[in-house]
């Protein structure tokens, strides 16, 4: 009988076990996996196995990370007895036919396993290296394995962190000499596949506790280890005044659920209080008592207080939420403003600089955009208490915008900045008429740099690059507008595009090119009736009287609220803002702009509201009453990211002209999907010059 290769659902709990029990045999070279994370893997689409005489003989753990173009193998495996009958190829030739719409395939080994040959065998090739952050800090390859897709976006995903504070009593599973017998839950938090993905913190808490650890052979041996963690040093004033702000909001939930006295109290709320004011958004434990505390955790400090398995099972979702923040923005006194001559050398302490690029370097290359022959625009922004938190320099070159200096400074929101930094860069090149956004600073700053990865820039002549493709049309005419934006950067050809080509692919395509939109691919569009209300507190269309602060422009990302039933929405895919409900032009009935879909889910107003509360806009209780039974119900929410405001409204009377010339139907009554054909007639009246 042949080997088989079989998907698993989360409701295959036999083929799940089996998995689960083979997996168990090799946790010495796999890494501790827990239980639950096979099943969130299987639910996710992420796990076949290899089945022959009914037997699992090996298994492909994956994930399909939602904002990178890649699969991520988490593990293959095959049992030692049937190794040599081809099952490894035979797992990741079927991972490559099932998802070839992604770049390729990521995976991490440790070098000193000696199975270089069989990675190679399987077509991956080897990419970079990374110590891990066990024990022994043991070196993992990475190995690629190419789709074949465009080799232009092969570096797009970001390989930022995510930043985590541990308690102790994670720490001591983590490098305490003699770990308990449930340790295994924190120990997978250094899995290899989560090595350049997961990195933990020591606030000051864990340092004084390991102090008072009795036995004086396991302190020294804890205070050595805790050298190798990233160390957290919050404001111990602002720490001081988010404890008692947590302590009375904890209160009544300690005497609900018995937990310990209030010196016991105090030190969990210790931990939340340095996480937040460090900037971080996650705590791991597995003390009980401090988890019973995760909802004044949340609410008061912006903390999730979660257990290592939650970490592992979700860790994309974590990320995100902690490096891009814009809810943190509103409400926060951002100035933006055109850097004044003679100030530069201020600058210095703020912008950090690192090898050749010294302070007086620095601030001697700002002075020098002064008396340039070009025009130098220096925009320097500034938080509520004054202090610098971003600069950079534009000026255009021809069909480029150039970009001789990008830098963020340390700040609890600075990922988030550099992220709208970013985008800000691409819609004002797009304004100016540039083809290109080059960013030509020796030394951005590493937020900028790992941000830049997710907006399609890409390496070039020492800096870095991004091409701005104006068109909305076939694949052929976005790869001639994009070829024509390459040679502006000497390059022969962009890519190749074919029509029909995949939604994965063409949202990878999209992000990369904004503001490109490929109509004959099978990325679908849709129409989402929005009421004035709302599309005033997402967008500010219309017009809000209370002027919002825009230093920023519109956030990268939104979320949006609605009720439960399901219009066949995809993802990715795009979306087109009727604003509904209105009785005249300035008041709604038009269309206003597009967005790109990145998710859709549906779940209870309290869980959409928890995952998604980062990005702003939607209280509890408004969420809530999107769902048709309030709090027990369930409601949809739909993140989208990268919105333009179209330059001029479509008004209801024009979309039925349009969709009307081309033979086309179309509802307002709800969401709804809507031919490419009728998006693109739309979007170009929206930027209809005449």
């Known amino acids: 009988m042949a080997i088989k290769i079989v998907p698993v659902a989360e409701t295959d709990t036999e083929l799940v076990d089996a998995a689960v029990a083979l997996g168990d045999r090799y946790t010495k070279t796999l890494g501790l996996l827990t239980p639950p994370a096979y099943r969130k893997h299987a639910s996710d689409g992420g796990l076949l196995v290899a089945v022959e005489h009914g037997e699992v003989i090996g298994y492909a753990l994956f994930g399909l990370p939602k904002r990178s173009p890649h699969v991520r193998l988490a593990h293959l495996c095959v049992a030692g007895e049937h190794r040599g009958k081809g099952v490894a190829r035979l797992l990741v030739e079927e991972i490559r036919r099932r998802h070839h719409d992604r770049l390729g395939i990521k995976a991490k080994c440790r070098r000193d396993y000696g199975i270089s040959d069989m990675w190679t065998s399987l077509g991956f090739v080897p990419r970079g290296e990374v110590r891990g952050r066990g024990r022994d800090g043991e070196i993992l390859d990475g190995w690629w394995l190419d789709h074949g897709h465009l080799d232009l976006f092969a570096g797009m995903e ?122 971080l958004q996650v705590l791991v434990t597995r003390d009980p008592a401090l988890l019973e505390l995760a909802d004044p955790a949340w609410k008061v400090a912006g903390v999730k207080v979660v257990t290592p398995s939650v970490v592992t099972l979700h860790v994309d979702e974590l ?206 569009s849709f129409l989402v009736p929005i009421e004035p209300r709302w599309s005033a507190e997402l967008f500010n269309v219309p017009a809000t009287l209370l002027p919002r602060p825009n230093e920023l ?40 702009g597009c967005s790109r879909l990145d998710e859709v889910l549906i779940d209870t107003p309290d869980a959409l509201h928890s995952k998604f509360e980062h990005l702003g806009v939607y209280g509890r209780e408004q969420v809530r009453a999107i769902a048709r039974d309030g709090a027990s119900g369930q409601a949809m929410a739909l993140r989208f990211s990268d919105t333009e405001i179209f330059p001029r409204v479509v008004p209801l009377r024009r979309l039925n002209s349009l969709a009307g010339s081309l033979g086309l139907q179309f509802s307002l009554m709800s969401l709804s999907k809507i031919s490419n054909r009728l998006f693109q007639a739309v979007y170009e009246e929206g930027h209809r010059r005449t």
């Open 319 to 524: 990320r995100q939420a902690q490096m891009y923040r814009p809810a943190d923005l509103m409400g926060t006194e951002f100035r933006a403003g055109e850097l004044p001559p003679g100030a530069e050398a201020e600058l210095v302490a703020f912008f950090d600089q690192s090898g050749e690029d010294d302070g007086s370097e620095f601030a001697e290359r700002l002075r020098a955009l002064v008396g340039d022959t070009v025009v130098w625009h220096r925009e320097l922004l500034r938080d509520g208490q004054g202090h610098p938190v971003a600069l950079y320099a534009w000026a255009m070159d021809g069909r480029t915008l150039t970009v001789p200096v990008l830098r963020t400074a340390a700040h609890p929101l600075e990922e988030t900045l550099a992220r709208q930094l970013l985008f800000s860069l691409k819609r004002l090149g797009r304004d100016c008429g540039a083809q290109v956004v080059r960013v030509t600073d020796p030394f951005p700053s590493p937020a900028a740099k790992a941000a830049a990865g997710d907006d399609g820039f890409f390496p070039h002549d020492g800096g870095l690059a991004a091409l701005l493709v104006e068109v909305c049309g076939t694949a052929q005419e976005v790869v001639a507008v994009a070829g024509e934006a390459a040679r502006e950067l000497g390059r022969d050809e962009a890519a190749a595009l074919q029509a029909g080509m995949p939604a994965e692919t063409a949202g990878v395509v999209e992000r990369a090119w904004w503001p490109a939109k490929v109509m004959d691919s099978l990325m679908p």
């Open 553 to 592: 422009g519109i956030s990268r990302e939104h979320v949006y609220y609605r009720s439960s039933g399901r219009r066949g929405e995809s993802v990715p895919a795009r979306l087109l803002w009727y604003v509904s409900k209105g009785s005249s032009h300035e008041a709604g009935q038009m269309v206003i």
């Open 158 to 279: 970001s390989e930022a962190l995510l930043v985590v504070a541990v308690d102790h009593g994670v720490f001591a599973d983590l490098r305490g000499r003699a770990p308990g017998g449930e340790a295994a839950e924190s120990q997978a938090l250094e899995a290899g596949w989560l090595t350049d993905l997961v990195e933990v913190a020591a606030t000051p808490q864990l340092l004084y506790e390991i102090r008072d650890i009795a036995d004086a052979q396991e302190r020294r041996h804890q205070r050595t280890a805790s050298q190798g963690l990233r160390q957290l040093t919050p404001d111990a004033e602002a720490v001081g005044v988010r404890v008692r702000e947590l302590l009375q909001a904890a209160r009544p939930a300690a005497a609900a659920h018995g937990l310990p006295n209030e010196p016991e109290l105090l030190r969990g709320l210790q931990y939340v209080a340095e996480t937040s004011c460090a900037g």
